[in-house]
């Protein structure tokens, strides 16, 4: 038995030293039956076997690479091993998790912890480390035992020792752990035929735990001769920065020479293998130069221009990562690089996996992401965590449609989409709103309003049937003709919107029923305290009743069909994935009585973190891995990505359980661990010279002055050493300028580049010959063809929306040519939104809430009721205030049963809402009340609709051009009217929730002309009913509001009275005339606390007063005509300009839920804003005069 060390720098030719030995041997020796064995790195297994088949032709059965994992393995099938199941990580930590809580309280130091996320995983990864490094929960008290025990040490150690002591009585039962495999191998290892008096190698390690020295003790103390190659120079100790670089294999070399002498195993002469250049990087001089000279101090700089290696400073790191596959094309193109002999590698794999797997996709590059993949975001995990938190979060909005979005359910894509716009709009949340038969069909009779709409034709229904109709039933009836498509009742319903909307219900509902009653039934099983073996067979039950199985399998035969090999594997070992984990929790903690909750945290503990290894597809794939990892022997090309300040090399991480000092003192009493922050230090150093020595080619060592997030980004000590060393160093960048050509490297990106330039081309008129040849190239594709000329197309487009003409518009807007007056002043505002939201009617997604126009119906319904039963029941001259509250309760109470209100009740917060409104409304009958009895005006009517096939007058008709009539329809809030003599005065009344103000010059625009043309219609109308003059009084807004007063200290509350007035005091325009004031103020004295007036002392009328002479009314009148005139033109002559308007206050954009879909940019050329300049009152008037004088 003997030990011979192969010392040689990197690229010296240590692994071909090896298979020339291998060579010589096995053809020099017979076959006397020992095997020649290789043990490498796990990743480098299949590299290792590959070079030995490129020499050999074949392997056969004396020639023998493995892992010391594979090793151990193979020593069980030859003379026996384990014979207990082996537990996977997903099992330990639900089996460390049960241990932790079951000891909770005995715990010192992590009692508190146990539910801090990732703490189970920290502590399964020590108890992980302590079996590699052999130390055993006895090892761990003796220490304690030497220790004070008030030190926090003590009690780490303590809690330390007590979960390890556990953790093995439990493994220990019935399992294996696989952790303990190479010591259970090192034990056996002595019976063994197969590893007996053979050449053993070892070949790029750098380190060894302590279970491997005890296998690699055991292999010569059962007659092997090993064979270890060192990556480092035999003299490279005689220099001391030399030495701290491969102090990691100087320190290797000593234990292991530590322990020949200690078990007196031969040590043979060392073979130095030198080469000047090393024979790696014969055709690359710059990178022999690098490989000896980096980290030598002083050194001598490199003389000549570097060929091998390359700098790329890139913007940011997307741009880094185009680059690299532009590079790689280029090498596969232009130099005939095989795929496989690329490499791209990088410090954090995570902060570039997403991007490399979208870029290096558009190159049409190959490749192998070389790390294990989180299945949290597999579709088939998903629905399992989805599902238990329906459960246990009551069934939130968020959970229900996870779960639904993962199409692993019998509820179909287009349902999903409908019940979720339906679940949005209703404000489905909890258990009970989803599974309640009664809430459900209360909650879609309420949002569909289908008491409103189809009570007339169920009762016409029952009449035709002579069967009795009971309204209380009514709810009962809609429910029915829901359920059953074939109900009677719905042959009696003739308008298809709402037989469409029935038909929609419908549909929602079976949706819903799909959905809930595999849930509900999983529910039930789940309910109360049960044995985990009940809880994982009633889960499996469900996975059956879905027929999870079957719909996975073809899953995964669909991504079998469609070459996607890795998705089809990743599928096939997720669900058996799910099997062992419950076959494991039913084995490890089956008999424990737990809840719905801790079962639900137990299966979290099993399922977090857990990651699956997969194989490489096919052998031509560019590998891309993470530094750490990545062994590789063929790489001629190599990229290096991300090599910044701080990441490579990188900061120290966090110390974790265990600190550098807990380390440095276990180390001092004799146990050893995995290294401490500082050895790591160390150890970086060794990394950068293994990395920055992997290609034999090329070297590409990039770095972003920007992440994702665009915060700047420093380039590494290592670029700043390299640029040292290699003066003449190449260093692109892409960050002021880049090479055209470049940019061509493969269809896709040629062409995003191709796209990207034309805009400057556009602008400069140059177009670069490159780009030009580009152009030609893809207009002779035919695949390419039509793309490209429909987005040169798009560089000529004008952001501006075309005439739709007369035709289409009145098929958009309707051949009645009905309009209300609020749609003109939406048009006003933007045509083009108007088109969007009355043309297309396109709509945003509604979400339950209680919105302004929900309020403003609420609201004027109950103030309608209210002044309607006023007249029935008393007059609102005489009516006082007990009588006044009773019927503002009444009308709101009532109005809460309608379906205007019935959204108060459907939630808490909305009911708090109501009743607040409630107190508003009772505030807002006070007002009208006092109003009225302040004034001589009556009402004359409320809710007065014009236009309606049931309204109080007809619709106000607009002649157009070409004979055409556009009928104006709305609806006024209430109309008050006077009778003097032989005339009467009119005033309209708008009640407004918001702080709406009243501003003329918005009038004169055509952005306020309801109320104004409500009065026009009510004069006009009334003219044709009396014989008296019609005069218009006013136009005034109502607001409804419980006003809150700041005061300071205590204050009377007639001033709090006072100061509530002043804030309600109805704003608009009033007639100018004193004694039509005194008829609406008669209390009237300085400045009115209803109306917008005031008289100064010597009784003219304030300048502050909001008022108009006969004539400014009738002006006014007329230019309102001639705006909504102008308007309806344009509306039927089907202009839809993008051209919202802009004042001083805002713009029509925003706010605009469209704003998407025009993309106006004020920037753009051929987007402007259409600005309307704020006017005083009097700039207004005087406009109007010109307007009249015009006119006559």
Known sequence: MDIRFIYGSSGSGKTTYIIDEIEKIYKTTEDNGKILLVIVPEQLTFQTEKKLINRFGFLGSRIEVTSFKRLAYRLFKEVGGVTKTYMDSAGKTMMLHKIIGDIQTQLKVFSGCINQVGFVNNILDIICEFKRYNISAEMLDMLKNQLPEDSFIYDKLSDLSLVYNRFNQSINLKYADAEEDLNVAARKLIQSEIYKDIDVWLDEFSGFTPQQYLLLLALCQNGCNLNFTLNMNFHCEEDAACRDVFSPIIYTRDKIIEMAVEHNIRLLEPVKLQGNPPNKFINALDIAYLEQNYFKYPFIPYGESTNSIEIFKAKNVYSEVEDTARSIVSLCRDKGASVSEIAVIMRNLDDYEALIKSVFQEYDIPYFLDKKKDISSNMFMVLLTSLMDILENNWNYESVFRYLKTYLTDVGEDEIQILENYVLEAGIKGKKAWTDDHAWYTRLIMIYKFKDKLSRE??????????????????????????????????????????????????????????????VNLGTGFRGSKSVKEFCTTLFSYMESMNMGEKLEKIIQEFNENDQYALAEEYSKVWNFFVELMEQMVEVIGDEKVNLEEFSNTLSMGLKDHKMGFIPQTIEEVMVSSIERFKGHNIKYLFILGVNDGVFPKSMDKEGLLTDRDRLFLR??????????????????????????????????????????????????????????????????????????????????????????????????EVPPIFGETCRWFMGQQQWKNKLMDIMNHFSYCNEAKNIGCENALKLYGE?????????????????????????????????????PDLGTFIHGVLDRFARLVEEESSFKEIDEAKREELINRSFNEEMERSSGSMFKATKRFNYFGNRIGRILRVAAKFMVMHMQQGEFLPLGYEIEFGFKEGTYSPIEIKISNDRVVKLVGKIDRVDKLVESSDNYYRVIDYKSGNKDFKLWEVYYGLQIQLLTYLDAILEREQHNTENLTIPAGILYFKVDNPMIKTDGDVDPAEIELDVKKQLKMKGIVLDEEDIIRKMDKDLQGNSLIIPVGFKKDGSLSSMSKVAS?????????????????????????????????????NACDYCQYASICVFDSNDKDNEYRCFYEMSDDEVWQLIREECKENE
């Open 458 to 519: 169920i009762k016409k229904y029952f009449e035709e049937k002579g069967m009795v109709y009971r309204d209380e039933e009514l709810a009962q009836y809609i429910i029915d003709m829901i359920i059953d498509e074939k109900n009677e009742m719905l042959q009696t319903i003739e308008d298809e919107k709402k037989l469409y909307d029935i038909a929609l219900a419908r549909r929602i509902t079976k949706a819903r029923d799909l959905l809930i009653a595999p849930i």
């Open 668 to 765: 001092e009493k004799g146990i050893e661990l995995a290294k401490d922050t500082r050895s790591v230090a160390f150890e970086e150093q060794y990394l950068i010279y293994t990395t920055l020595t992997l290609g034999s080619d090329f070297i590409r060592i990039s770095y972003p002055i920007a992440d994702k997030g665009e915060k700047a980004l420093r380039p590494s000590m290592i670029i700043l050493r390299l640029k040292a060393l290699f003066p003449l160093i190449k260093e692109r960048s892409d960050v002021i300028t880049y090479e055209n050509e470049r940019l061509i490297s493969a269809p896709i990106p040629a062409f995003n580049a191709l796209i990207t330039s034309f805009q400057d081309i556009c602008n400069s008129g």
């Open 816 to 852: 009645d040519m009905k309009l209300s007056v609020s749609r003109i002043e939406n048009y006003v505002r933007c045509p083009f939104a108007y088109f969007i939201k009355y043309g297309l009617n396109a709509e945003e997604r509604k979400v339950f809430s209680l919105t302004p």
């Open 1110 to 1146: 006969r004539e400014q009314f009738q002006g006014l009148k007329n230019h309102n005509k001639k705006v909504i005139l102008e308007n309806c033109e344009e509306i039927y002559d089907g202009n839809i300009g993008i051209s919202p308007v802009k004042t001083k206050v805002g």
